[in-house]
């Protein structure tokens, strides 16, 4: 991205002032607001308090019931609560069997895990840029990977997809890629908690071998640190629950012998990715509120579309007519370039206004692990570059009021000297 100097107009330093001399004379420090946060009350609380007094408190009778309430709510056969969404990730990425030298494709706009899952077990990572519209992989652009790779001799072993920001993957023409070229996908769902594609809140397992989620708090719902995989494959779910517990089964049909109720046996190595009960209970309280946090998040994002919408300094996040979207994220793009204002004096600005924006994301293949070690360079995804030097994440979150709505986007127009 080029450094630009910023050029902040007279606009927007009088407001700056104005606002200095206001907090000044209220005396009051301003309200600042993140791009998103967790919504915690008192039967969340009540939920946890009730199970920290159990015998068990590390993952037992609570997290299985959470377990089925995922299925249920996600419309799964199967569920695995994990430590977070990182080991949910690593967990899919054993389960399927990837193996060193096997290439695995994602977007380069995602969170590292997503591609770091593949490193983890010595796969190869390659991206395919995203659709400029959706901002999710691009099937048009993947099959294109996919053949390069065949043209060399190599079958793509999976693909990662990533439903960013909440917003659906094109599943149908991943699901037609996938008949076609025989690969393993998953759907990388962390964002997507309460999306719908085709009228579907229920279609992760639905077109992937696996699906995972993070709890983290500024996810739709959280345990503090969480995660789960989803997955209609019962031989995936036996092994995802076998390697979350250090590789040790009980199970009958796998032991080699029997030296009584205790005894347990080891086949692969796994790790203790396992979560506590009482974050379960969270979990659970938590899950009957989601519809109720989308419902929240909707009208946020309906909010910043009007605002923002008519101004041609922005593009706002476009929705396919074949999904609804879960708004895990609000990804604004405000066109720094044509304003001639340079984004990194922009955060800071917005920031002394109280507004704390994040960017999702720096395009995983500009991250120096993967320039170094896989050969990316600028260039190699333009779109992805680009939405990169655009996109802003602002806040969205169910606690948000009308008047924090107004605060915040009069002060992202304010900021950029706009009125
Ligand atoms: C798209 C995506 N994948 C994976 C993860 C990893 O989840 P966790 O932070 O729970 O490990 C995240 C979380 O930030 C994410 O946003």
């Known amino acids: 991205m080029k450094n630009k100097k910023s050029k902040l107009s007279k606009q927007t330093l009088q407001y700056r002032n104005s606002l200095k001399k206001q907090q000044k004379t209220d005396n009051r420090q301003p309200k600042t607001y993140y791009y998103g946060k967790q919504t915690i009350d008192s039967s969340d609380i009540n939920s946890v308090a009730k199970i920290l007094p159990s015998q068990f408190i590390t993952q037992g009778p609570v997290s299985q019931h959470f377990e089925n309430e995922l299925c249920d709510y996600f419309g799964s056969k199967y569920a695995s609560v994990a430590a977070n969404g990182t080991a949910a990730l690593h967990l899919i990425a054993l389960a399927l069997g990837w193996k060193k030298d096997d290439v695995v494709i994602t977007s380069p706009i995602t969170f590292l895990a997503s591609a770091n899952c593949a490193i983890f077990v010595g796969a190869s990572v390659d991206f395919a840029d995203i659709d400029n519209r959706t901002y999710t992989i691009d099937p048009n652009k993947l099959e294109e990977k996919i053949k390069y790779y065949l043209s060399r001799g190599k079958k793509v072993k999976a693909v990662v997809a990533v439903d960013f920001a909440g917003h659906p993957c094109n599943w149908d ?97 796994g790790f203790n990715y396992r979560i506590t009960d009482f974050q379960c209970a969270l979990g659970i309280s938590q899950l009957k509120k989601l519809n109720k946090f989308i419902k929240k998040r909707r009208e946020i994002a309906e909010y910043y579309d009007r605002f923002f919408g008519e101004r041609n300094e922005f593009i706002i996040p476009y929705v396919s007519k074949k999904v609804k979207h879960a708004y895990h994220l609000y990804p604004l793009q405000i066109k720094f370039d044509e304003l001639n204002i340079n984004k990194k004096d922009y955060y800071n600005l917005l920031k002394e206004l109280g507004v704390v924006f994040q960017v999702h994301y720096i395009p995983v293949h500009l991250q120096p692990y993967y320039r170094k070690n896989f050969g990316f360079k600028p260039g190699d995804f333009p779109i992805a570059e680009k939405f990169y030097e655009r996109e802003v994440s602002i806040p969205i979150y169910p606690t948000l009021t009308k008047i924090d709505l107004t605060k915040i986007s009069r002060s992202i127009i304010n900021a950029l000297g706009l009125k």
């Open 173 to 269: 023409a991943l699901s037609t890629l996938k008949k076609k070229y025989d690969f393993q996908l998953v759907n990388d769902f962390c964002h997507a908690l309460g999306a719908e594609y085709k009228n579907d809140i229920q279609y992760g397992a639905k077109y992937a071998d696996a699906v995972n989620l993070s709890f983290h708090p500024v996810k739709h719902i959280t345990t503090g640190e969480g995660g789960a995989v989803l997955t209609n494959n019962p031989e995936v779910d036996k092994r995802i629950k076998i390697l979350r517990t250090h590789g040790m089964t009980k199970d009958e049909s796998l032991l080699e012998k029997n030296d009584g109720p205790w005894y347990y046996e080891m086949h692969e190595v």
